[in-house]
């Protein structure tokens, strides 16, 4: 387990405003509404209730690459960026020993996945290989809904009260840009109310709305190929 480097950070004070945490909640539904249909759509392939092609088959394994990639960076950013910060700000207060061993339990079962949709992709959406692929997402879809809920209830309330906007912005703005946004920016939007869609839409710049936009058109292609069956 890696312990989290000692940061410089500035506490947030009781009448300070607290940090938006809309952004790490919409990639945390996004997370658990794209393994969630994703396992639905292959064990359906898996039992023959879904048709697949060998093209579709090629996508769907493509998404479960990228989705993984995703989930990794995610926790890989909290792990390394966010623990720190909240390590600095709020001290004893909070034990996140569980949570990053959580993380490490996660990334052998990432992989597997990996290995599952390549061996989907090669079968040519075969039915045997989908029901492998399909069980794993599963268990995925399991440990991912018990984690975040975690997180969400014990570690997003020590955010709130103890670290400042200056500080989080920077843990948000490091996982924007080392993540892949092609990928996981329509994902974020697309997992949002239209309520949060307006509050983003305030947030980012005219150019990156439109650069949304384009992605978000070419990643509707994308899920097209992927869940229609």
């Known amino acids: 387990m890696k312990t989290p480097q000692p940061v410089t950070v500035t506490p947030r004070q009781p009448h ?96 597997i996945i990996g290995h599952r949709a390549t061996a989907f992709r090669i079968s040519g959406g075969e039915r045997r290989t989908a029901a492998l692929l399909g069980a794993e997402l599963s268990d995925l879809n399991n440990l991912l809904t018990e984690h975040i809920g975690e997180e969400e209830r014990d570690i997003f309330p020590v955010i709130r009260r103890h670290v400042s906007v200056a500080d989080w912005q920077v843990v948000e703005k490091t996982a924007q840009r080392t993540g892949r946004l092609t990928f996981d920016g329509p994902r974020t939007v697309g997992a949002a109310t239209d309520e949060e869609r307006a509050v983003l839409g305030k947030e980012v710049s005219p150019v990156l709305r439109l650069l949304l936009t384009v992605l978000a058109w070419r990643h509707r292609k994308f899920e097209a190929q992927v869940f229609s069956d």
Not at 41 to 52: L, M, S, W
Not at 54 to 73: P, V
Request: net charge negative.
């Open 16 to 111: 300070d405003p607290e940090p938006d945490l809309l952004g790490i909640t919409l990639a945390h539904r996004a997370m658990l509404t794209d393994v969630r249909r994703l396992a639905a759509t292959v064990t359906g392939i898996g039992d023959g209730r879904q048709r697949c092609s060998a093209r579709r088959a090629d996508a769907i394994a493509r998404y479960a690459e990228l989705m993984c990639e995703s989930i990794h960076h995610h926790h890989t950013m909290e792990d390394d960026v966010l623990w720190p910060v909240i390590d600095a700000c709020a001290g004893d207060i909070v034990d996140l020993t569980e949570l990053t061993e959580d993380h490490a339990a996660l990334d052998p079962r990432l992989e």
